[in-house]
C-alpha cells in the first residue's frame, strides 16, 4: 500500500444535510425574488408609467424575472455534487480499509 506520511480525514458526515439546507434556503430565495419581482411590476404598471425611469424599471424588472429558477437550478447542482462527493469519497476509502 502506497503511504503519504500522513493521513487525510474528511468528515463528510454532514454533506447531504448541507445540500438539503441549501436547497430550502434556494426556494426561499426564489419566493422573495418572486415577490421583489411583482413589488416592482405594480410600480411600474401604477406608480412610475413614463419617461427614462419607467423604462430603467421596466428593463430591471424583466431582468430581475429572469433570474427565476437559477437559485433553485444551482442549490440542486450543489446538492447532486455534495452527493456523488460523499458517493466517491466512500468508494475510496472502501478500497483503501
Do not use: H
Request: net charge negative; charged share 25%; aromatic share 8%.
Amino acid at each position: 500500500m502506497y503511504s503519504l506520511g500522513y493521513d487525510l480525514v474528511v468528515d463528510d458526515s454532514e454533506f447531504p444535510e448541507v445540500g438539503v439546507g441549501v436547497v430550502k434556503m434556494a426556494s426561499a430565495f426564489e419566493d422573495k425574488l418572486d415577490a421583489y419581482r411583482q413589488s416592482l411590476s405594480r410600480v411600474t404598471a401604477s406608480a412610475v408609467q413614463e419617461g427614462l425611469v419607467a423604462q430603467n424599471l421596466a428593463t430591471f424588472e424583466q431582468q430581475v424575472g429572469m433570474l427565476k429558477g437559477e437559485a433553485d437550478r444551482l442549490a440542486k447542482q450543489l446538492d447532486q455534487i455534495l452527493v456523488r462527493f460523499v458517493a466517491e469519497m466512500d468508494r475510496a476509502d472502501a478500497e483503501i480499509y
